[in-house]
């Protein structure tokens, strides 16, 4: 069964740090390019971060550039969202997803398989 | 970056009912474009890519259309399990790639 599983969600105090994971299973993750997306309480979804599937690239949104970073483990088919300096506006549900792509003339992206996300609260 | 509006942002309906929603690009983003479904407590659900293909296992009253900065998400046949929040999403070229606000259908 294809799966993603995040952990390393919790409670954090403003200006801490947190690691989360996100393990997969199921597919070849080296294949694979991967993302991080989130959701406020009560709020729509941000798009968070994007890891090519060797980890070459790299694209962050502005709202976290500069305090988050992201990586990938392919022996350990896991990826990895460090998060500094964390602003109470940082909680959230984060999800990790899988992106795939189908050449259709042109190369489409979708994100198609999803975790069940790990929640961050940021607060003294 | 390129924002994206979907309409209405809310919506109340019956079962039985076409229901369709609209997603418009600020800048032409010729089909990549993606909708998606989400019910409360759960991770977001893929239903449709590159504007209008169906992602696979999901019902065919489903459908999507439109290319560069109007899109729509349709239900043909409203169904009890459909009632959700979707979102689409613009995934042209590289990152950032933006999600709508979301648009709520709730039960009339």
């Known amino acids: 069964e294809v799966q993603l599983v995040e952990s390393g969600g919790g409670l954090v105090q403003p200006g801490g740090s947190l690691r989360l994971s996100c393990a997969a299973s199921g597919f070849t993750f080296s294949s694979y390019e991967m993302n991080w997306v989130r959701q406020a309480p009560g709020k729509g979804l941000e798009w968070v971060s994007y890891i090519s599937s060797s980890g070459s690239t790299i694209y962050y949104a502005d709202s976290v550039k500069g305090r988050f970073t992201i990586s990938r483990d392919n022996a350990k088919n896991s990826l990895y969202l460090q998060m500094n300096s964390l602003r109470a506006e940082d909680t959230a549900v984060y999800y990790c997803?899988?992106?795939?792509?189908?050449?259709?003339?042109?190369?489409?992206?979708?994100?198609?398989?999803w975790g069940k996300g790990t929640t961050v609260t940021v607060s003294s | 970056d390129i924002q994206l509006t979907q309409s209405p942002s809310f919506l109340s309906a019956s079962v039985g009912d076409r229901v369709t929603i609209t997603c418009r690009a600020s800048?032409?983003?010729?089909?990549?474009l993606a909708w998606y479904q989400q019910k409360p407590g759960k991770a977001p659900k893929l239903l449709i890519y590159?504007?209008?293909t169906l992602q696979s296992g999901v019902p065919s009253r489903f459908s999507g259309s439109g290319s560069g900065t109007e899109f729509t998400l349709t239900i043909s046949s409203l169904q009890p399990e459909d009632f959700a929040t979707y979102y689409c999403q613009q995934l042209n070229s590289y990152p950032p790639w933006t999600f709508g606000q979301g648009t709520k259908v709730e039960i009339k």
């Open positions: 800048q032409g983003i010729s089909s990549y």
């Open positions: 997803a899988r992106i795939s792509m189908v050449a259709k003339g042109y190369y489409y992206y979708y994100m198609d398989v």
């Open positions: 590159a504007a209008s």
